[in-house]
């Protein structure tokens, strides 16, 4: 593929949109430099764009994707639900499945709401927090991404503390927030239980709540140590304050998460991307204790959430039949492949003698490169945007996120390792002669 190219559809598409979409679109991820690509249709594996372009797709619209595009299954339960009503102020039989589903494989889960997106969920599982605790604070690891509620989004894309100077202080992501936002948001450490044990405990009768990515951070890049989370839930326990595990990305470690991988024990977990279908949703589940705030009775509900979209009844068809699909051994086989990646592109690192790093963990592979000539930006708190190496893999067939996370889908399998790390490495070797042109 030719990329950029300003003669091709999404470059004149891109260049229309910047007269009505803020900043040409109205999803900062999608957005690459010079221009974002327009996308035609897609299909199991590939997606195709509008100058019928196709790439192999290690994006899957960020994790949401489990069995690739369009996959035959999940398009006739949303058609033959839309056939039937795309939404009404009713309860559906699909909504009911999927919460027995989804309550029937993970032991934490006695009770489940759905909504409309992860970082929806993150909102309601704070505001649940807070009402069953009466106490106003959460706290949250630094730069972990947990979706765009104000509260979440503190202290993200932060340079990491230099913990030797003192601790990591609440900051803001976006200009406005108010000031009360960040003296309510407790930010630790990653993987310092120590340092964050005792931050904790200056704030132990205030937490609501910690929350905390358990597939750790950087989409899979770093894991969580057993110490560390073990610091965290025993925390917890000691101080009242509630354990939140956000599962969005995280949820297709396995058919109960990585909380059913790690034994974790999760007050509540939110929930997102792969239940949906491929379809917007988010969800929160927990102890049926906590999630009594939702319950209204006859009264109002201590947390009341209304939603013109919750548990919407395409939605809801196509993830029960995703969920489905997604089998013990299937959720397996998946990990097995994430595993094969990383092997792949760790010999790939090593034949090339590449300064930088392969990890993930499941079915996500991730890349950090060190080296100038392969990612032109810089890692810049736990941001990774990899330019150079990301455009070649565009040019040469492959969608991954622009910081190189690759997200394994169902729709893939293990002959798929060689001809990606064939690539990869031509790559390394053509970015490295290019650089050595220019210098
Ligand atoms: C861990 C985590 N939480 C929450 C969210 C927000 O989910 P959504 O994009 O559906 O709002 C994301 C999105 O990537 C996420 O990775």
Redesign the pocket.
Known sequence: MLYPNPASKSAQLFERAQHVLTDGGSRSTIRIAPYSIYAKSAQGKYVTDLDGNRLMDFNNN?SSMIHGHAHPRVVAAAIEQVQRGSGYAFGSEAELRLAELLCGRCDNFDKIRFMN????A?MKAIKAARAHTSRPKIAKVENA????YDYAEVSLGVEPTDLSKGDPVSKAYCHGTPQGVLDDVVVIPFNEPKIARRILDEHARELAAVLI?PIGLG?ARFRPTDEFLAMLEDFCADSGALFIA?E??SFRAGPAGVQGDRGLKPHLT?L??IIGGGFPV?AVAGSADVMAVFEAGDGKAKVPHGGTYNANPVTMAAGLVAMQMMTDDEFARLNRLGAAFRKGCAEVFRLTDTDGAVQGQYSVFTMTFAEPALSDTAARGHVYRSRGIHQYMVQNGYWMTPGMVGICSTAMDEADVAPFCETLMRGITALREKASHAA
Not at 117 to 120: F, L, P
Request: aromatic content about 10%; hydrophobic content about 20%; proline content about 0%.
């Open positions: 960020y997106s992860g970082s929806e993150v991404y947990h979706g765009c990515d989409m956000d969005v990305v939110t997102g991307k988010g």
